[in-house]
């Protein structure tokens, strides 16, 4: 195995829907309010990613999940974004160390607390998606959305 640090860091993130159409949301420590997130590890399937890091950090599975937008984080360090639009399938709301907050909320409600730059382009790109997957790009320092 290389010690090699990868040239891009994987990250899945959902937009989840349940039945009344709420969104789900969880609160992090630094960024506030977003969308269920979380790193691909090494060898693993993005799809199960998704599931693993949505169930991890709410207590909840999803279903029909669908990539919707790709992002690139073209400065250091490199990552790229796949993000899905998915339903909420079974589970209770639970929160964990790294969301000490995990609520369902109306669209409303979701464009109000999302407030991190970027999260808050993430969720933007979700909730215009009408189908196909789009891609788009940008940088940090300062933030500035590309594509």
Known sequence: MSDEQPRHVLV???LIRNEAEQLLLVKHHIR???????RVEEGEK???????????ETGVTISH???AVIWSKI?????VIFCF?????SGELTPSEETPAVEWCTVEEARRRICHPVNRDRFLALMEH???VQLRSYQTGPYRVLN
Do not use: D, K, M, N
């Not at 639009?85 to 399938?89: C, D, G, K, L, P």
């Open 85 to 89: 639009t998915a339903r909420y399938a």
């Open 12 to 14: 899945v993130s959902c």
């Open 130 to 132: 009408e189908g196909g």
């Open 75 to 79: 400065s250091a360090p490199a990552a």
């Open 65 to 67: 999940a669908r990539l």
């Open 32 to 38: 506030g309010w977003e969308l269920p997130q979380g």
């Open 46 to 56: 993005l799809i199960f990613a998704l599931s693993r890091e949505t169930l991890e």
